[in-house]
């Protein structure tokens, strides 16, 4: 799947789960932090590519890309597995509360939203051709439907004019659905 119909996915989980079972409080910069912090966990499974929009950032980045590639096993192999989700976990678990200061950002819900944007990632994988690695080292692919000529080819015109239009459309009839949930976010944000 494309990075776009990844971000779109990824942001539809985040509002459903927020809807769902909203935060106590929430303030601008952890609903802003966890914003970007989905779009940048929907992107880390692909980190192992070298065009990974990630690197962009990174001066040198086609060459950084390339020599990290190796750490990952391989594309679409760890990060897209079981043990991919159990090590980014832990390490985001270290990492975010020493980034975020806890006086500013709820880092709890910035690092939900990063998992929730990873998590999104591989069920999005899971329905194109290529499948999933869930039990790499194993080489087992799992994908649904299940029979690999069923599911879609990244990139083509289901994902983009299905998939990723089915997914905008979705966050408008959500949110419409839920405005009474929306409406008590924006207010908790406002109370900061
Ligand atoms: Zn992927």
Redesign the pocket.
């Known amino acids: 799947?494309t990075g776009r119909t990844h971000d779109a996915i990824a942001f539809a989980s985040l509002i459903t789960v927020a809807a769902i079972n909203p935060p106590e409080s929430l303030n601008i910069a952890t609903a802003t932090a966890a914003v970007v912090g989905n779009i940048i966990g929907a992107t880390l499974?692909?980190v192992d590519q070298s065009t990974n929009r990630l690197w962009d950032f990174l001066p040198g980045r086609d060459y950084v890309g390339k020599l990290l590639k190796p750490l990952f096993l391989g594309h679409?192999n760890l990060t897209?597995s079981f043990l991919g989700v159990f090590i980014v976990y832990h390490l985001l678990g270290i990492v975010l509360p020493k980034v975020l200061n806890p006086q500013y950002v709820n880092y709890e819900i910035v690092y939900a939203a990063m998992m929730i944007g990873y998590i999104s990632?591989l069920f999005g994988?899971a329905i194109t051709k290529e499948g999933l690695p869930l039990l790499f080292p194993l080489k087992l692919r799992f994908g649904f439907p299940p029979i690999s000529a069923f599911r879609i080819t990244t990139g083509k015109w289901i994902e983009n004019i299905i998939i990723l239009p089915g997914t905008a459309a979705y966050i408008f009839w959500f949110i419409g659905n839920h405005h009474g949930e929306f409406v008590r976010l924006l207010k908790l944000i406002s109370e900061g």
């Open positions: 799947m499974p692909d679409r897209h990632h994988d």
